[in-house]
Structures are given as C-alpha cells and as structure tokens.
C-alpha cells in the first residue's frame, strides 16, 4: 500500500527491520528520506521537520529548478532557521508556533514539493519512525502529506502499538485507501523455532537449543537474531553467556 504502519514496544526491532527495507529498496532505486521524533521534543513544535528539511537541504541536486523560490522560501520561513537550529539543537528556543498560526495542509502542499524537487527517482518513501514522539504541529503536517493526490511518495509510519488508534485517527484513512499493517511481538517457542530455522536452515534446531536461545531473547526477534550472529552460525553453539551488549 501507499502508505504502511509498523508497530512494536521498545526494543523490539522495528528500526533494524526499517533499516533493512530501506537498504533493500534503495537498492531497486528508490528515494528514502527519514523523519523521527525523539522522545522529550513532543513539547516542542516541528523539530522533526526541521531534521527532514535540513536533509533534504543537502540532498538538493544541481540544476532542479521545479519549486519556485517564493514556495520554498515560504515553507522555511514557517520554520526556524534550519542551520541555526540543527547546529545549537535547540530550535525550541526560537520559538514553538502553533496550530493556530499555520495551515498543516497547505504547509503539507509546500513540504510534498520541496520533498519532490529534492527527490534523484520516481519512487520515494518518508519514513517517519517514533510517531508517539511527535509534536503536534508535526503530526499534523505529516499526515496531511498523506491525502496529497497523484503524489509519488510512498509512507511507512513507526511506533508503539498502543500509539495506534491515535494516529490512525490522525491520518483519517478513507475505505479505499490502500494501507498495510505489522506488528512485531514476542515469539512463543514454537515460532522461535520457525525463525531460527527460517535464518540457519541447515542446522538442526533440536529443544535444547531452542532452550538456550529462548531465556536471552525473551522471545525479541531482534535479540534472537543478533545472538545467533553473535554464535557464528552453522554449526557454533549457542553461547552460555552472551555478553550485554548484544541487548
């Protein structure tokens, strides 16, 4: 669908799957560009935003001259200076503007075409990763992206599951848009055994080392897969004490 959801609790995996896509995809050509929030700046209006924008600020090809200069000066002026704000880390300190002073639609319009003139494929995906985070400001104009029509772009949304309801009210899908939903969650033994053998298929996934892999992964698919390429693989045991910082 055009636009995707991924849920989990902390800790889950949900950025190393991201991260996985997302170099999957560039491989086949298309434009990935991020947004993520930060926990403690939902206070604080557009700092997201402001990532996003100086990226793409540095992303800018030579020669694309699509979006006028008035657009694009408009759309950063509702912004606080992005350089100012990137380099101090402090854009709150110039000044939160709310809902009331700004047109989420509109500035949507003028961040779909900056994001477009930006943009070296016809393909592109925003990613916008702990939506729990986002300021309001923010979720506003990220979510008018969506009803853009004959947009290009692509949206993969990231974030706790309990999160869900809220942001799905916020994006107000219609019946006929085209989205999709996954959650990641603990695994139960049986399907820790499906996924250990899912990545090392030659190895014989007898009980006893599902026994071993499931007390330190508490069933975290991220965990498993980061301890069983701490073993080495086909044929290393399972480590009796993985060190910690493989969790």
């Known amino acids: 669908g055009r636009c995707s959801f991924l849920w989990g609790e902390e800790g889950i995996g949900k950025s190393h799957l991201i991260q996985c896509m997302r170099e999957e995809l560039e491989h086949k050509g298309w434009h990935c560009l991020a947004c993520s929030a930060i926990q403690g700046e939902e206070r604080y209006s557009l700092n997201p935003l402001l990532r996003l924008l100086s990226e793409l600020s540095h992303r800018m090809p030579l020669g694309k001259t699509q979006l006028s200069y008035f657009k694009k000066d408009y759309l950063l002026s509702c912004f606080p200076i992005l350089e100012e704000a990137v380099q101090e880390g402090a854009a709150h300190k110039k000044g939160a503007l709310g809902l009331t002073e700004l047109n989420p639609p509109l500035l949507a319009r003028f961040l779909s075409e900056y994001i477009l003139a930006c943009m070296d494929s016809e393909k592109g ?24 029509e004959k947009s290009p772009l692509c949206f993969l949304f990231s974030g706790y599951e309990g999160f869900r309801n809220h942001l799905l009210a916020k994006v107000k899908l219609s019946d006929s848009t085209h989205f999709c939903e996954m959650t990641l969650s603990r695994l139960n033994q049986e399907q820790i055994r499906q996924l250990c053998g899912e990545l090392y298929p030659n190895r014989n996934w007898d009980d006893s080392e599902i ?5 330190y992964s508490e069933g975290n698919p991220f965990f498993i897969y980061e301890l069983l390429r701490f073993s080495g693989g086909e044929g290393k045991p399972i480590p009796a004490n993985p060190p910690d910082y493989l969790f």
């Open 125 to 148: 995906l925003l990613i916008v990763e702990n939506v729990q985070w986002l300021d309001e400001t923010s979720a506003e104009i990220l979510c008018s992206l969506v009803h853009i």
């Open 211 to 215: 026994r071993a892999v499931e007390p």
